[in-house]
């Protein structure tokens, strides 16, 4: 996951600042971040920072997702979602990578692309019925201390 100082590492091409709220659509090439409010739309193959203290609804299909802050009532689509430990997030997430930082907060469904469909692998272990598995154990103690220890225990009954 990337640190704090990464995250501001290129250029940002689009930024809401924090006392602006927008409604609406966005579109951006390269870095957009948005650290006031946001109603609306995204669309982008470049990557969203959703900064600390920003509150982000609506729809967002993007190639990287960064969440600092608040994603509320959001349908993402991306390719990797970063959501980091200070960050509260609601909604639907469709990606082929996620991050989750502890201490981040998660309520929603999150739907794993491009996977390949796991199915465990069965071992058929080969199981004899427990009486040929009890005759076994018998015939290994045949003749053993165990028989001439019972053997010897009856006969002296018997006396």
């Known amino acids: 996951m990337q640190t704090e100082s990464e995250l501001g590492s290129g250029e940002i091409t689009a930024l809401l600042g924090r006392d602006t709220e927008y409604r609406g659509k966005l579109t951006f090439r ?22 600390e203290g920003a509150e982000v609804r609506g729809r967002i299909e993007i190639g990287t997702l960064i969440v600092l802050g608040g994603l509320v ?8 979602v970063e959501v980091h430990a200070a960050a509260h997030v609601r909604g639907s997430i469709e990606t ?5 930082q502890r201490g981040a907060t998660f309520e929603g469904r999150c739907e794993m692309r491009n996977m390949q469909s796991f199915e465990p692998e069965t071992v058929e272990t080969p199981v004899a019925p427990i009486s040929e598995e009890l ?7 045949e003749g053993g201390p165990t028989e001439r220890l019972l053997s010897s225990e009856l006969l002296s009954e018997q006396e």
Request: proline share 0%; net charge negative; charged share 30%.
């Open 73 to 80: 009532d959001a349908e993402v689509a991306a390719q990797l």
């Open 135 to 141: 005759d076994v154990v018998a015939e290994a103690f």
């Open 96 to 100: 082929d990578q996620i991050f989750v």
């Open 30 to 51: 390269g870095r957009a971040r948005l650290d006031g409010r946001f109603d609306g739309e995204v669309f982008s193959e470049g990557t969203l920072i959703v900064g």
